[in-house]
């Protein structure tokens, strides 16, 4: 016959006091921070060890991305005065505002690639527009200096006070969508230290805003000045729109007449204004 044989009472259970020194003589929460840190600093002086082991000095410099007008060699020269030292220890950060500093590099990534390699990767400028008479101005709104690189003879000329970089290209932007269609199509756009707008369509006629939005005389060139002028657009030089109610005109020289000016807001030969004579 067998006995079910059960406990005369709970077995007995000491608590441990956290603070309590152990048989090391230090308490159980300090003895295992000291244990703890003891782990942490043989792990970094292991990867410390291996590192040194693995890491090479960075030998080579890969480029990519879509080049038009960077050159490989020349990111590997902005780069070289960035590079000091082991791949690893290669500050990227600085190696790529180096490669940035390039009139042609919009932007860069630079990563690193085991064993002893760079890898930049390069993204070009756009050019919108030339800006005054030796830059260019990007699809960012950014001037730069384009070198013997050649522009486009297609892109707009624009120029402006500096800082107003953005503003001259968002006002070209608009006003040359709205007069696409028209005689008076956007070849330039300036605006001068003063405010002062001035324009010239492809067809060489000088379009003068003044200070005010040139974006307000679109409707005027449309509806005003172009069926005035229609039969003689190719005498025009320049339409001066800062007058409230009209406009003046400046014709091309001839050899057989001399420049005139109307400025009764219409051209002299419109048989529209009689008495004015051309």
Same mark, same amino acid.
């Given at each position: 016959?067998?006995?079910?044989?059960?406990?005369?009472? +709970?077995?007995?259970?000491?608590?441990?006091?956290?603070?309590?020194?152990?048989?090391?003589?230090?308490? @159980?929460?300090?003895?295992?921070?000291?244990?703890?840190?003891? !782990?942490?600093?043989?792990?970094?002086?292991?990867?410390?060890?291996?590192?040194?082991?693995?890491?090479?000095?960075?030998?080579?410099?890969?480029? =990519?991305?879509?080049?038009?007008?960077?050159?490989?060699?020349?990111?590997?020269? !902005?780069?070289?005065?960035?590079?000091?030292?082991?791949?690893?220890?290669?500050?990227?950060?600085?190696?790529?505002?180096?490669?940035?500093?390039?009139?042609?590099? !919009?932007?860069?990534?630079?990563?690193? =690639?085991?064993?002893?390699?760079?890898?930049?990767?390069?993204?070009?400028?756009?050019?919108?527009?030339?800006?005054?008479?030796?830059?260019?101005?990007?699809?960012?709104?950014?001037?730069?200096?384009?070198?013997?690189?050649? /522009?486009?003879?297609?892109? @707009?000329?624009?120029?402006?006070?500096?800082?107003?970089?953005?503003?001259?290209?968002?006002?070209?932007? =608009?006003?040359?969508?709205?007069?696409?269609?028209?005689?008076?199509? /956007? +070849?330039?756009?300036?605006?001068? !230290?003063?405010?002062?707008?001035?324009?010239?369509?492809?067809?060489?006629?000088?379009?003068?805003?003044?200070? +005010?939005?040139?974006?307000?005389?679109?409707?005027?060139?449309?509806?005003?000045?172009?069926?005035?002028?229609?039969?003689?657009?190719?005498?025009?030089?320049?339409?001066?729109?800062?007058?409230?109610?009209?406009?003046?005109?400046?014709?091309?020289?001839?050899?057989?007449?001399?420049? +005139?000016?109307?400025?009764?807001?219409?051209? @002299?030969?419109?048989?529209?204004?009689?008495?004015?004579?051309?």
């Amino acid at each position: 016959m067998s006995a079910l044989v059960l406990p005369m009472s +709970a077995p007995y259970t000491k608590r441990l006091d956290p603070h309590q020194a152990g048989p090391a003589g230090l308490p @159980p929460l300090l003895r295992n921070a000291l244990l703890s840190l003891g !782990a942490l600093a043989a792990t970094l002086v292991a990867g410390r060890l291996l590192l040194a082991r693995v890491d090479a000095p960075a030998r080579e410099l890969a480029v =990519q991305g879509l080049l038009q007008h960077v050159r490989a060699d020349e990111v590997r020269a !902005a780069a070289a005065s960035a590079i000091d030292g082991q791949l690893f220890e290669v500050d990227l950060e600085a190696v790529r505002l180096a490669i940035e500093r390039l009139p042609w590099v !919009a932007h860069a990534r630079v990563d690193r =690639q085991w064993p002893a390699r760079l890898v930049v990767r390069i993204w070009e400028r756009v050019p919108y527009a030339r800006w005054g008479e030796t830059e260019a101005l990007s699809t960012e709104g950014i001037v730069f200096a384009p070198g013997g690189e050649t /522009l486009p003879d297609s892109l @707009p000329r624009l120029s402006g006070a500096p800082g107003r970089e953005r503003e001259v290209m968002e006002m070209y932007r =608009q006003l040359a969508d709205r007069l696409a269609e028209t005689p008076f199509a /956007l +070849a330039s756009l300036s605006q001068d !230290a003063r405010g002062d707008w001035v324009a010239v369509s492809h067809g060489d006629i000088h379009l003068r805003f003044g200070r +005010a939005s040139p974006l307000d005389a679109v409707e005027r060139l449309k509806t005003t000045v172009l069926p005035a002028l229609a039969s003689r657009l190719g005498e025009v030089h320049t339409v001066d729109l800062r007058y409230l109610n009209g406009f003046a005109v400046s014709w091309r020289p001839a050899p057989s007449a001399t420049t +005139a000016k109307s400025t009764a807001g219409v051209p @002299p030969a419109a048989p529209a204004v009689p008495g004015v004579s051309p």
